[in-house]
C-alpha cells in the first residue's frame, strides 16, 4: 500500500498551459507539503498546510496554489506554465505531535517538463 | 538551502567506510534529519538527531553536535547499492514554521 502517492508521475506540456499535480496520503497525517526539485537536485520547500495553517514560501509564484480538498490530499495548480517550472515536484506528509513534526514521507514525485 | 552546507559530491569503495559532513545554522534548531535518495525516486528517510551524540541505526550512523552546528551520517561496509544522494535536512521553528529545510544533498558514489 502506497502511503503518499500523487499523479500523474510524467507530465509534459506546453508553455501558458494550466495543469494540476495531486497528492493523497494514507498515513493520517495531519500535514503536508509540496517540494521542488530542480536539476541540481536540490530540494526547496514551496507549501506546507494543516488543517490550522498554509504556510507558503514567500519566494513561490502566485502562480502556484495548492488546494486541499481533505486532510488526506493536497494538489497543486500552476497557473501559465513556465520553462523554469520544470523541476521534479514532490508531495509529502508528516504528524505533528507535542509541536513538532515527525519525519516526513515522501511521494514518488512527479517530473514535470515544459516545452 | 542557504544554511545547510554538505558536499556536492564523494566517492567510496565498496567495503570502507564513508562519512558525509552537514554544517548548519538556525536560530530556533529543533532536529536535524538524514534522507537518501536514489536517482528518480523519492527521498527515504534514514536517521533523526536532536539531541547530542550519536545515533545507530545498523550499518548507518548520525552524529550531532548542536554547540557546532554540525551533523555527519557515517556508512559503514559500503555496499554498491549506497551510491545514491544523502540529504542533510534541519528543522527550524523561526523558519517556514518548523518544516524540514534541505541542504543540496552529497551524491555518493560507491566503486567496486
Known amino acids: 500500500d502506497t502511503a503518499v502517492s500523487q499523479t500523474p508521475k510524467y507530465l509534459v506540456t506546453q508553455m501558458g498551459n494550466d495543469k494540476s499535480i495531486k497528492c493523497e496520503q494514507n498515513?493520517?497525517?495531519?500535514?503536508m507539503y509540496w517540494y521542488k526539485q530542480d536539476s541540481k537536485k536540490f530540494l526547496k520547500i514551496m507549501f506546507s498546510?494543516?488543517?490550522?495553517?498554509?504556510?507558503i514560501n514567500e519566494t513561490v509564484p502566485n502562480r502556484f496554489s495548492p488546494k486541499s480538498p481533505d486532510k488526506a490530499h493536497l494538489n497543486l495548480h500552476i497557473n501559465s506554465l513556465e520553462l523554469g517550472d520544470s523541476a521534479v515536484y514532490f508531495c509529502?506528509?508528516?504528524?505533528?505531535?507535542?509541536?513538532?513534526?515527525?519525519?516526513?514521507?515522501f511521494g514518488q514525485g512527479t517530473r514535470l517538463t515544459v516545452v | 538551502g542557504q544554511n545547510i552546507d554538505q558536499p556536492t559530491e564523494m566517492t567510496a569503495t565498496e567495503g570502507a567506510i564513508v562519512q558525509i559532513n552537514c554544517t548548519y545554522q538556525?536560530?530556533?534548531?529543533?532536529?536535524l534529519f538524514w534522507y537518501q535518495q536514489h536517482a528518480g525516486e523519492a527521498p527515504t528517510f534514514l536517521s533523526y538527531?536532536?539531541?547530542?551524540g550519536l545515533e545507530e541505526k545498523g550499518r548507518f550512523s548520525s552524529f550531532l553536535s548542536r554547540s557546532k552546528g554540525y551533523s555527519y551520517l557515517l556508512l559503514k561496509e559500503l555496499q554498491m547499492k549506497d551510491s545514491a544522494s544523502y540529504l542533510c535536512?534541519?528543522?527550524?521553528?523561526?523558519?517556514?514554521?518548523?518544516?524540514?529545510?534541505f541542504g543540496q544533498g552529497t551524491e555518493l558514489s560507491v566503486k567496486p
Open positions: 535536512a534541519v528543522r527550524d521553528i523561526y523558519n517556514q514554521g518548523g518544516k524540514l529545510i
Open positions: 538556525t536560530s530556533g534548531f529543533n532536529g
Open positions: 509529502a506528509s508528516s504528524q505533528e505531535l507535542e509541536g513538532r513534526n515527525t519525519e516526513a514521507f
Open positions: 498515513l493520517g497525517h495531519d500535514t
Open positions: 498546510y494543516n488543517n490550522k495553517e498554509l504556510i
Open positions: 538527531n536532536v539531541l547530542d
